[in-house]
């Protein structure tokens, strides 16, 4: 079965750093476009950042652009997800998601992959 598996959330400080990874457990998923989103207590699931499978081509929310980078890495399966000078608002659960559509896309429902979830904390 086709996992996803995030790893690198936790707790910083407000304007500290952290990196997520997700990684994939077959290489089929290094031609798909992967994506993360995240969902805070009591809000609904938000559109973070997303990649084309090649790399070249990347979409943002408002909210996190020029804070978080995301990235790729074809021969490890894996997507990363770079997050500095966060904020409290960005305390939520991440999820990374994989979509084989072709094209970026902010739409959750163009994902058919989902990983279980890691938690960022910002204190402030």
């Known amino acids: 079965q086709v996992q996803l598996e995030e790893s690198g959330g936790g707790l910083v400080q407000a304007g500290g750093s952290l990196r997520l990874s997700c990684a994939a457990s077959e290489r089929t998923f290094s031609t798909y476009a992967r994506g993360w989103f995240r969902q805070a207590p009591g809000k609904e699931r938000e559109f973070v950042a997303a990649?084309?499978?090649?790399?070249?081509?990347?979409l943002y929310a408002d909210s996190v652009k020029g804070r978080f980078t995301i990235s790729r890495d074809n021969a490890k399966n894996t997507v990363y997800l770079q997050m500095n000078s966060l904020k409290p608002g960005d305390r939520a659960v991440y999820y990374c998601?994989?979509?084989?559509?072709?094209?970026?896309?902010?739409?959750?429902?163009?994902?058919?992959?989902w990983g279980q979830g890691t938690q960022v904390t910002v204190s402030s």
């Open positions: 990649i084309s499978g090649n790399g070249a081509d990347t």
């Open positions: 998601a994989a979509s084989p559509v072709y094209g970026l896309s902010k739409m959750g429902t163009r994902y058919a992959y």
